[in-house]
C-alpha cells in the first residue's frame, strides 16, 4: 500500500509480483543517470518514512538506516528489477507489527 | 543523423520456441522431405540469425543473468545494460547497440536518522552512455565516467501513528492485499478507512544533494573526450499529501491531472505533489583535453560551464491494467564567459530535451532534441512504437 499512497503504482498486490520497476511513476527513462540515482534516493527514503512512521515498523536485527536505504535505493535504480524483488528487500530489512511487534 | 529505436521480438522468440523438432527415425527419405528437411533448416537458421539482430534476445539474457543469484554475477547487478536497435533517420541503416549505466556506492555513512531526517555521505562511482556497434549510427554519442562524494540530506514526508492506528493500518493492509483488481480495492470500505487513516499522515518531503565529482566524457570511440570537475545541487520536492497547497499548486502537473479526470483515473481534479519536477544544477570546470570542435578554433583552455537538468513524470491514466505516463527531461550545458569565436561555433551552449508518452501495457511516443556535449550535431527524434516483454 506504500506504493500506492505514494503515487507509484495502483496495482493489487497480488498479481504486481513480476511488475518491474521501470513500471513505477519514480523511473524517468529520460533523465540522467546521476538525475535517477537521486530521485530514488528520495523515493527509498521516502519509503522508509512510511514503513517506520506510519506502519510502525522496526529494522530487522542487524539492519541499520543506511543498510535499509541501500538495498532499497539499488532495487529503485534497476529497471528490470521486480515488485517481488522489491517485497524481498523490505521483508529483509523491516520488521512489520503483524511479525511480531504488536 | 540518426535515430535511436527499441525493437522488439515476441513473435520471434514465440517461433523460436516453438519450432518443432522431430526424432530421425520418424523422417521420410523422399526427395521430397529432403527439401522440406532443407527449407525448415534454413528457417530456423533464419529465426537464429534474426534473434541475434534483435536487441530484446540480449536484454532477456541479462535480465536472466542479472536475475542470478549467483555471487559471480554480482557486477551485472550493479551494471544495467539494455540492447537497442540504433537506426539512421533515413531507415537505410540499422545496427545492434546498447545503452548501459554502472553505479556502485563505495563508502557511506549516515550521521543523523532521528525520525524522519537523514543526513549522509556516499562516495560512489557512475558510468553512462550509448554504444553503437558501427558507432557512425550512434545518435547519442556520450559517455560519463567517474566518481562523486555527495552528501545527502532529507527532511519531512511523513508524521507518525499511534500504536492503536499502527495495528488497524496493518490489518487493512492485509485485507487490501487479498483484493485481485484496482476496481474493487477503489470501491472497497478498507479502502476507504485506510485513507482516512494513513493520507493525514503524508507530508512534504525535502531532499538535498550537495556533491563534488571528478568526470571523464567522452565518445564512443574516446577520440573525443574532456574532464569535468563539478560541484553540484540536486533538488528534490514533494508533497506526498495531495490535500497540501504544494500538491494542489502544482501547475506542472495539471494537464496530467485533467487526463486523469478525464479519463475516470481520479474521480477528482487531483494534481499531485509526488510529481514536482526534480532538479539538478552543477558548475564544472572542463578541461577539454581531446576536443575537436575546439581545436579546430583554436581554442583548447579549461572553461567554467554550467549545468542544468530537470525531469518531471506522470500517471496520465490507469486503464484496464495498464498505466500510461507522460515524461520528459531537459538538460541545458552553457559555458561561462566563452569566447567569441565558441559563441560563433555554437560550442558555447548544448541543450537536450526528451519527452515521451509511455504505457505499461506497450504503446509509446516519444520525442527528443537538440545534442550533448560532443555530439557532433542536433537531431530531432520521434518515436513510435509498441514495446513488448517477454
Same mark, same amino acid.
Do not use: C, M
Given at each position: 500500500m506504500a506504493l500506492r499512497m505514494l503515487d507509484q503504482s495502483v496495482r493489487p498486490f497480488r498479481p504486481s509480483g513480476t511488475v518491474p520497476m521501470r513500471q513505477l511513476t519514480y523511473f524517468? !527513462?529520460?533523465?540522467? @543517470?546521476?538525475?535517477? %540515482?537521486?530521485?530514488? &534516493?528520495?523515493? !527509498?527514503?521516502q519509503l @522508509?518514512?512510511?514503513? %517506520?512512521?506510519?506502519? &510502525?515498523?522496526?529494522f530487522e536485527n542487524g539492519t541499520d538506516p543506511v543498510t535499509a536505504l541501500s538495498d532499497l535505493t539499488a532495487?529503485?535504480?534497476?529497471?528490470?528489477?521486480?515488485m517481488a524483488d522489491l517485497a524481498a528487500v523490505v521483508d529483509q530489512d523491516y520488521r512489520f507489527w503483524e511479525e511480531g511487534e504488536a | 543523423m540518426s535515430r535511436l529505436g527499441v525493437a522488439t521480438a515476441a513473435a520471434l522468440a514465440t517461433m523460436l520456441v516453438c519450432m518443432p523438432v522431430r526424432p530421425a527415425a520418424a523422417q521420410d527419405s523422399t526427395g521430397a522431405a529432403l527439401v522440406a528437411r532443407v527449407g525448415s533448416l534454413h528457417a530456423g537458421l533464419d529465426a537464429v540469425r534474426r534473434a541475434l539482430e534483435d536487441p530484446e534476445t540480449f536484454n532477456h539474457l541479462i535480465d536472466r543473468l542479472a536475475g542470478s543469484d549467483s555471487g559471480g554475477w554480482r557486477l551485472l547487478q550493479d551494471l544495467h545494460v539494455k540492447f537497442k536497435t540504433f537506426e539512421t533517420a533515413d531507415g537505410n541503416t540499422r545496427g545492434l547497440g546498447f545503452s548501459y549505466g554502472f553505479d556502485k556506492?563505495?563508502?557511506?555513512?549516515?550521521?543523523?536518522?532521528a525520525g524522519t531526517a537523514y543526513t549522509g555521505l556516499d562516495f560512489h562511482l557512475q558510468s553512462a552512455g550509448n554504444v553503437a556497434f558501427r558507432s557512425a549510427i550512434n545518435p547519442r554519442d556520450f559517455l560519463n565516467t567517474g566518481a562523486t562524494l555527495a552528501l545527502q540530506r532529507s527532511r519531512g514526508g511523513a508524521t507518525p501513528t499511534t500504536e492503536a492506528e499502527q495495528r488497524t493500518i496493518g490489518e487493512l493492509e492485509?485485507?487490501?492485499?487479498?483484493?485481485?483488481?484496482?476496481?474493487?480495492?477503489?470501491?472497497?470500505?478498507?479502502?476507504?478507512?485506510?485513507?482516512?487513516?494513513?493520507?493525514?499522515?503524508l507530508g512534504t518531503q525535502l531532499a538535498l544533494e550537495l556533491g563534488a565529482s571528478a568526470k571523464l566524457e567522452s565518445d564512443q570511440?574516446?577520440?573525443?573526450?574532456?574532464?569535468?570537475?563539478?560541484?553540484?545541487?540536486?533538488l528534490d520536492l514533494k508533497a506526498w499529501n495531495r490535500s497540501s497547497t504544494l500538491a494542489r499548486w502544482n501547475l506542472v502537473d495539471w494537464p496530467a491531472a485533467i487526463l486523469r479526470y478525464l479519463s475516470g483515473t481520479d474521480p477528482r481534479f487531483t494534481p499531485r505533489g509526488s510529481t514536482i519536477p526534480t532538479v539538478r544544477l552543477a558548475m564544472a570546470r572542463v578541461d577539454p583535453s581531446e576536443n575537436d570542435g575546439r581545436e579546430a578554433l583554436g581554442v583548447t583552455s579549461s572553461?567554467?560551464?554550467?549545468?542544468?537538468?530537470?525531469?518531471?513524470?506522470?500517471?496520465?491514466?490507469?486503464?484496464?491494467?495498464?498505466?500510461?505516463?507522460i515524461e520528459s527531461d531537459l538538460r541545458w550545458y552553457h559555458e561561462l564567459r566563452a569566447p567569441s569565436v565558441i559563441r560563433a561555433a555554437g560550442l558555447d551552449e548544448f541543450t537536450y530535451f526528451a519527452a515521451a508518452l509511455t504505457s505499461t501495457q506497450g504503446p509509446f511516443v516519444s520525442y527528443s532534441s537538440g545534442r550533448l556535449p560532443l555530439d557532433a550535431a542536433a537531431d530531432r527524434v520521434y518515436e513510435l512504437g509498441w514495446k513488448l516483454d517477454f
Open positions: 524517468n !527513462a529520460a533523465v540522467s @543517470d546521476e538525475l535517477r %540515482r537521486f530521485l530514488a &534516493g528520495t523515493l !527509498a527514503k @522508509d518514512n512510511f514503513f %517506520r512512521q506510519i506502519d &510502525g515498523a522496526r532495487v529503485l535504480l534497476a529497471a528490470e528489477r521486480s | 556506492i563505495v563508502q557511506q555513512q549516515a550521521f543523523d536518522t492485509q485485507k487490501l492485499a487479498l483484493y485481485e483488481s484496482e476496481a474493487e480495492i477503489r470501491q472497497s470500505p478498507e479502502l476507504r478507512q485506510y485513507l482516512e487513516i494513513v493520507a493525514p499522515h570511440k574516446f577520440e573525443q573526450k574532456q574532464y569535468a570537475y563539478a560541484a553540484q545541487l540536486g572553461y567554467t560551464r554550467f549545468n542544468l537538468e530537470a525531469a518531471y513524470r506522470s500517471l496520465v491514466a490507469h486503464v484496464g491494467d495498464g498505466d500510461f505516463f
